[in-house]
């Protein structure tokens, strides 16, 4: 079966041509590829990636133009000259490359397909290889088959017995992943209402007014960072779609607790979310700020000497808090993604989004830790606005 686009879209955001190319399968397939070591160090590849496959899942197709792509995703004046800056173009020539390479590779050699033919920038899907039905043999064929396979039995039944076995290992294998990084979720998603996530501006800076009377806040983000944010809300919203669920998000300086009461929710952010420092402040691992030395914190309250560091400036570390334990206040579920900087948030959002992470938590977890409060201390490598892996350096069960 060839290639096949998304000609449109259905509510869902599924192909109305083929049952294997639904949105979901699709999403669940661009996450996979963006946490292979190809994309998830960089920035702008899974940007691009990110923001053509969910237009053309969502059909939308036309705002995948080179201009557009420039200002939208790397954030280009609209007036910029292509010709002089072929961000677009460089950066699709370099996924293209990657996505062959990462098909290439035998281990996902039958996993959906995500093209991104020369010329265009929308890109295709096919179906993975086993999902293609073979067509049945001939009836000469299949009788000539069916008389080998009786005569020779016992070597097909050998055969058979040592492919179940393989099968049955990579299953379980596969399975343990999935239940991993589900059952750190399973709070939030077994819940019937969308997922709230509760997060707050990046920076603010002072500016007077016009009658100089007062001072006003004005919010702003630098556009590096801004993609950072996007990248890790859509990484988050796009594995919850996959699991069949809806995020909404608000800001933290509009929630009341009497809303964060009616379901469980992501306290995402640090310092820039007042919510997250205060539901952490309790626990084993907390917040703090050294607002004289310009350095943010993770510290140890059961041993006030070990602490991590991330100063805001000359940074080449990054640390980042994840909790899942009920909120002092209001006792419902909470989630806390909380980078130090937002590249150590990005570098959690990696963490509770690729299976791979998850799972090496839970292999050296206590037993039962999937019904417990948790935290997790993640530290990240910065090197040219990157992050590196995101590694775990401590955890607490309860």
């Keep these: 079966m060839g290639a096949m686009r998304l000609p449109t879209a259905d509510p869902q955001g599924a192909s109305n041509l083929n049952p294997a190319l639904d949105g979901a399968s699709i999403r669940l397939q661009l996450e996979r590829v963006l946490a292979s070591d190809l994309f998830q160090h960089s920035r702008r590849y899974p940007a691009l990636l990110r923001y053509v496959v969910e237009h053309a899942v969502n059909g939308t197709t036309d705002e995948l133009k080179e201009r557009t792509l420039g200002v939208i995703v790397f954030k280009r004046s609209p007036e910029y000259d292509t010709s002089a800056d072929p961000v677009v173009r460089t ?31 929308i890109p295709e899907f096919r179906p993975a290889p086993e999902l293609i039905a073979a067509p049945p043999p001939p009836p000469a064929i299949a009788q000539s088959r069916a008389f080998t396979g009786f005569r020779d039995w016992r070597i ?38 969308p997922v709230l996530m509760v997060f707050e501006t990046l920076m603010a800076i002072p500016k007077p007014s016009l009658t100089q009377s007062a001072a006003q806040v004005q919010e702003v983000m630098d556009p590096n960072l801004f993609l950072i944010v996007n990248e890790g809300n859509s990484r988050i919203a796009a594995y919850f779609s996959a699991n069949g669920k809806a995020v909404e998000y608000e800001l933290a300086r509009n929630v009341t607790v009497a809303k964060m009461r009616t379901r469980p929710f992501i306290l995402k952010g640090a310092f820039n979310n007042p919510l997250t420092w205060q539901a952490v402040a309790s626990f084993r ?38 909790a899942r334990a009920p909120e002092p206040r209001t006792g419902q579920t909470m989630i806390v993604i909380a980078g130090l900087g937002e590249r150590g948030g990005a570098a959690a959002t990696e963490f509770l989004t690729n299976p791979k992470y998850m799972e090496r938590f839970a292999a050296q977890a206590p037993r039962g830790w999937e019904h417990r409060n948790l935290e997790i201390v993640l530290e990240t490598e910065l090197a040219n606005g990157d992050w590196g892996e995101p590694r775990m350096i401590a955890n607490y069960v309860w």
């Design 91 to 121: 950066t699709a020539s370099e996924v293209r490359k990657r996505l062959e390479t990462y098909y290439s590779e035998p281990a996902h050699a039958e996993e959906l397909r995500i093209a991104l033919p020369v010329g265009t920038y």
């Design 156 to 193: 097909w039944a050998i055969a058979v017995l040592l492919l179940i076995t393989a099968d049955v290992g990579v299953a379980l294998r596969m399975g343990t992943q999935a239940n991993a990084l589900h059952q750190f979720w399973d709070p939030v998603f077994k819940t019937p209402t």
């Design 285 to 322: 691992y907390a917040l703090n700020l050294d607002r004289a030395a310009l350095v943010r914190q993770i510290v140890d309250r059961d041993n006030p000497s070990r602490h991590w560091d991330a100063p805001m400036t000359d940074l080449k570390k990054d640390y980042a808090l994840i």
